[in-house]
């Protein structure tokens, strides 16, 4: 246990760093505020001239208090020392780092590939860099929408501010960093927009309690047969987000080490807390 969580925040300082690279490298210095709290930190240094980094931190700060007091402890110590990290290395790497280029479409790029790298390290660890992804979790928690879409709302409202204070030219540049970065986090997390998992276990019902609990996620019970063993057991069906898959590994791991669970990318989700119905269904 102790190796393990040692890894999990190693990589989170090499996610950090990474994105601190990507945004010091590309994005900020040919103006690109690609959504998040970064994005809004970027504008705001150059409008104001602050650090983006020490912005970042001060943005992160309420937005943690609050995800402690109205979503719980579950956004702690992973969340702050990711942001912490993070904007500690934009700082730092500043006057190190120097853009290898000045056109705004390789920036986005490559600046997007970074950035998506290094989160989906800190994703892939079970941490957050804090900023929109606390945010999008308070948005769900209040306005019943899926993560995803809180994600996108934030992200739209900072290529908004972007088009109106830096130019359209380079909030569509922007556009396409958001789409990279996410792309690239897909990757490393190794999944879609959902996942589906199938959870075989002894304690479906126990485990299926804390999803409900833990995750505001809903579950399926069924029946299963081994056909080795012939023996009976429970089957759990449920579909999360693909920034929740660490942490529902975990909360299996917690209730049931011996459980067997196959992950598998859902093209599609609908019903609630994911996309909804369309009339052309």
Known sequence: ???????????????????????????VPNRIAAGGVSGLA?????????????????????????????????????????????????????????????????AAIFGGMLTGLGL?????????????DIAAQLIRKFFKVSSGQGLMLIDGIVIILAGIFFSVELALYALIAVFITTRVIDVVQEGLGAKAAFIISDHTDKIAREILTQMERGATLMKC???????????????????????????????????????????EVLGEGFKEFSGGI
């Open 225 to 267: 047969t081994g056909a080795y063993t012939c023996r009976e057991k429970g089957l759990l069906l449920t579909v999360v987000g693909r920034w929740e898959v660490t942490k529902l590994k975990s909360l299996v791991k917690e209730v049931d080490p011996y459980a067997f669970v196959i992950v598998a990318d859902a093209h």
């Open 120 to 132: 989906g390290l800190v994703f892939k660890a079970g941490g957050t860099t804090g900023g929109t």
């Open 1 to 27: 246990m102790k190796g393990r969580t040692i890894l999990n925040y190693g990589l989170i300082t090499l996610g950090s760093f990474i994105t601190a690279v990507g945004l010091d490298m590309f994005l």
């Open 42 to 106: 970027t504008i705001i240094h150059y409008l104001l001239g602050f650090s983006v980094g020490i912005t970042i931190l001060i943005l992160n700060i309420p937005l943690f208090l609050s995800s402690l007091k109205v979503l719980g402890p579950q956004f702690g110590i992973k969340t702050l020392y990711g942001f912490f990290t993070l904007s500690v290395f934009v700082d730092l790497l500043k006057p190190v780092v120097k853009s290898p280029t000045t056109d705004p479409l390789l």
